[in-house]
């Protein structure tokens, strides 16, 4: 049975990088699409992007500025690094595998990560 | 980007009772590409229904998907205890992702 563990800084300072990674387990990395979606009180459930096993990518337009998305297919990980953190930026991250249909069938418990100084 | 609007924001039902969960798009959704999830709290969304109408692996019969165009319904023919959750909606379209801001589902 696939499982999904988010793992990465809990605290990240206001300017800063934050990066998290996404280990796969029960299933190889070398199919499907992998995503990024944070929660934040304010804002919902927000997509940031996604990444195939090919390392192609494709990235919400109200981030791609400040977001960089990973493959690792030798460690069965992808990662997330988002640029120029702000207090704006706190949210449950949550890393997910996109099925055929372009669902979300299986989640990370998800990470708390707070932007603060 | 395509908009979801949920409603009702939140709806106060019993065990037992029916539930009616809309969710509304902006602009037409390819009823390929809309799903529906469940999130109870501290825990990540669970996916209920993909395709608009099809229950993803062992989700009960009594979670069902309709709609197509711009307006879709996720209904929950007698709902038990553990269904008293947050429901939202999901569309991909134009090369990205979008979420309803969700349903609460209460215990009257």
């Known amino acids: 049975q696939m499982q999904l563990q988010e793992s990465g800084p809990g605290l990240v300072r206001p300017s800063e990088t934050l990066s998290l990674t996404c280990t796969v387990s029960?299933?190889?990395?070398?199919?499907?699409?992998w995503s990024w979606i944070r929660q934040s009180p304010g804002e919902g459930l927000e997509w940031i992007g996604y990444i195939y096993h090919t390392g192609n990518t494709n990235y919400n337009p109200s981030l791609k500025s400040r977001v960089t998305i990973s493959i690792d297919t030798s460690k069965n990980q992808f990662s997330l690094k988002l640029r120029s953190v702000t207090a704006a930026d706190t949210a449950v991250y949550y890393c997910?595998?996109?099925?055929?249909?372009?669902?979300?069938?299986?989640w990370g418990q998800g990470t708390i990560v707070t932007v603060s100084s | 980007e395509v908009v979801l609007t949920q409603s009702p924001g939140t709806v106060s039902l019993s065990p037992g009772e029916r539930a009616t969960l809309s969710c509304r798009a902006s602009q037409s959704v390819n009823t390929k590409y809309l799903s529906w999830y469940q999130q109870k709290p501290g825990q990540a969304p669970r996916l209920l229904i993909h395709?608009?109408?099809s229950r993803a692996t062992g989700i009960p019969d009594r979670f069902s998907g309709s709609g197509s165009g711009t307006d879709f319904t996720l209904t929950i023919s007698r709902l038990e205890p553990e269904d008293f959750a947050v429901y939202y909606c999901q569309q991909y379209g134009s090369s990205r992702y979008t979420f309803g801001q969700g349903t609460k589902l209460d215990i009257k």
């Open positions: 029960g299933g190889s990395i070398s199919s499907y699409f």
């Open positions: 395709g608009a109408s």
């Open positions: 997910a595998k996109v099925m055929l249909g372009d669902a979300f069938d299986i």
